[in-house]
């Protein structure tokens, strides 16, 4: 077996396997642009490898994000649009390389996956989580929209009406009903999630691996053929949200633990 590590990444092949443990080491297991960047950059490495059949990723115990890092704050007022956009590209770039990667991808949580971890988690081929897992979209709870390209994957997960419970609504489920929902595809005894999630991988590893690898295409390609044309936009609606007033009134209610009050500006 071998074993890298990328910042908060660390990296552990075993044959046709990878594993992939995302911990920052920090509270909350947060995704500040740092995390992210080492995410992407893992995923671009495993991209060229022809030989893996399965990547499993999963968290620390107990948890695997409260999602992005709320005290890292918005970029500067007085940066460029360019540079702005630039800065928030990291997160859909992440998102999309985990989404194109050729190998099955499984995706293992306990504890919260909240925000940003969801926008990760809906990238996956399969996810499973135990009955700790809980699951929570804040972004327009806190007065901006979803982003990074995970609306038409949710849908793609859930279907319209739910994935407006769980974006529109800010609705936190529970294990049981992200299974019965379909935002997870297994939810296992605890403890158990990374053990059920090895399972999937190792049966992938068992399969003749291009044929694997193709029919995955040919399933994402009819999946998401419409995806892009909802999702184009999303980072330059996120850019709008910033400079409204509910925006910042959002961020300062969540670090002031407080309810927020809006007023559409």
Known sequence: MSVQSRGPVKIERDGRIVRVTFDSGRRGNPMSRAAMQALLETAQALETDPHISAIVVTGPPGLFTYGFDLGEGAPAADIGLAERREILAVGPRMCAAWER????????????????????????DLRVTDTSGGFYVPEVERGMNMSWGSVPR????????????????????????????????????????LARAMEFAQRAAQMPPVPLRMCKAGINAYANALAASTAALDRDQFILAQMGEDYRE???????????????R
Do not use: H
């Open 101 to 124: 990667l050729e190998p099955l991808t499984v995706l293992a949580t306990e504890g919260w996956c909240v925000g940003g971890g969801v926008a990760l988690a809906a990238s996956f």
């Open 154 to 193: 949710l849908v793609n997960l859930v279907g319209p009406s739910r994935a407006k419970r769980l974006v529109m609504l800010a609705e936190k489920i529970d294990a049981p009903t992200a299974a019965a929902w379909g935002l997870v595809d297994e939810c296992v005894p605890a403890g158990q999630s």
């Open 250 to 264: 959002g961020v300062q209610a969540f670090l002031e633990k407080r309810e927020p009050v809006y007023r559409g």
